[in-house]
Nanobody, 121 residues
Framework: QVQLVESGGDLVQPGGSLRLSCAAS????????MYWVRQAPGKGLEWVSA???????YYSDSVKGRFTISRDNAKNTLYLQMNSLRFEDTAVYYC???????????????WGKGTLVTVSS
């Protein structure tokens, strides 16, 4: 069955960096779009970044220029490099497998349990 396991969350000071990882199994990782999404305390789910099966990347305006999504298909692993972290980046971060129709992303059909990133001084 599909499994997504996030790791790498931690407490970090503003301006610091973290790299999140997501280990994927149970599906052919290399052919799917993947998302990172996050949920801040008391708020709804927010899309952060996407990467397609060709390696093209997409970012929300709130993280563009600070975060980098990448994938290693040989390791079935998705990454999110987060730099210049801000207080407002505090959230549980989830990786998600994306359902695609005619090559375009539709919605998330599986996601992990998340990893907590806390940005605090």
């Amino acid at each position: 069955q599909v499994q997504l396991v996030e790791s790498g969350g931690d407490l970090v000071q503003p301006g610091g960096s973290l790299r999140l990882s997501c280990a994927a199994s149970g599906f052919t990782f290399s052919i799917y779009w993947m998302y990172w999404v996050r949920q801040a305390p008391g708020k709804g789910l927010e899309w952060v970044s996407a990467i397609n099966n060709g390696g093209s990347t997409y970012y929300s305006d709130s993280v563009k220029g600070r975060f980098t999504i990448s994938r290693d298909n040989a390791k079935n692993t998705l990454y999110l490099q987060m730099n210049s972290l801000r207080f407002e980046d505090t959230a549980v971060y989830y990786c998600a497998k994306v359902r695609v129709d005619y090559g375009l992303p539709i919605d998330m059909d599986y996601w992990g349990k998340g990893t907590l990133v806390t940005v605090s001084s």
